[in-house]
């Protein structure tokens, strides 16, 4: 049910631009995109989501490839407060029971100062 | 962005005793939600609730859990009696609609710890 994979964990230096990858290869044409940050004794925050275009916030870009078997995260400029596990989640366009987030393990994204 | 106001942040209880999450989701929103999350581990999805009802539950969903959101007020988890094995974070979630195209908001989650 999972249906995304991620690397267990990247490292950072503040500054930097982060690029934190995630492969959906059985993807279909209703599922939504989505990634969520959580650090430790807080709740999962949202990030962005996408259908089929990149999509860009003040957060992050979302690049999403042309085929939709994969997207990339990208945080520009990362501070130590970007230091969190980042999820990648699809969720059905139709909700039902869908409707639900399956959370993995997600990447634990390290940031040094 | 959006807040979901979750009370108590910290709740200790007596094993066998009753206890009540309370959840207060973004005012426009319709659907809710709760995940459980025991230390370290991951994020699991316990229930949602729409219009007075239950739409969909986990196998982590026990009889002695219930749900409800009474007009106006919180959105509530109740466990009656509670075990060991609840002791973890709670997090309550809420969105305006539950289609893929609607974001999920989370709130920062009470600490139940049974002993």
């Known amino acids: 049910d999972a249906k995304t994979t991620q690397p267990d964990s990247m490292e950072s230096t503040e500054g930097e631009t982060v690029h934190l990858p995630c492969s959906h290869a059985?993807?279909?044409?209703?599922?939504?995109i989505y990634w969520y940050r959580q650090v430790p004794l807080q709740g999962p925050e949202y990030v962005t989501h996408g259908l089929q275009q990149n999509t860009t916030n003040s957060m992050a870009f979302l690049a999403i490839a042309s085929d939709r078997k994969s997207s990339t995260l990208i945080l520009p400029h990362v501070s130590l407060r970007d230091a969190a596990v980042y999820h990648c989640?699809?969720?059905?366009?139709?909700?039902?029971?869908?409707?639900?987030?399956?959370f993995g393990k997600g990447t634990k994204l390290s940031v040094k100062s | 962005g959006p807040k979901v106001l979750q009370i108590p942040s910290h709740q200790i209880i007596d094993m066998g005793q009753m206890v009540t999450l309370n959840c207060d989701p973004v005012?426009?929103?319709?659907?809710f939600y709760w995940y459980k999350q025991i230390l370290g581990q991951q994020m699991e999805f316990l229930v949602n609730?729409?219009?007075?009802?239950?739409?969909?539950k986990s196998k982590l969903f026990k009889d002695q859990f219930s749900v409800e959101r009474p007009d106006g007020s919180y959105f509530t988890l109740k466990i009656q009696p509670t075990a060991l094995e609840d002791s973890a974070v709670y997090f309550c979630?809420?969105?305006?609609?539950?289609?893929?195209?609607?974001?999920?908001?989370f709130g920062p989650g009470t600490r139940l710890l049974v002993l």
């Open positions: 609730f729409y219009n007075g009802k239950v739409m969909e």
């Open positions: 989640i699809l969720r059905t366009y139709s909700g039902g029971s869908n409707a639900k987030l399956t």
């Open positions: 059985t993807i279909s044409g209703n599922e939504y």
């Open positions: 005012s426009n929103h319709l659907y």
């Open positions: 979630a809420s969105s305006p609609d539950w289609g893929g195209a609607y974001t999920q908001y």
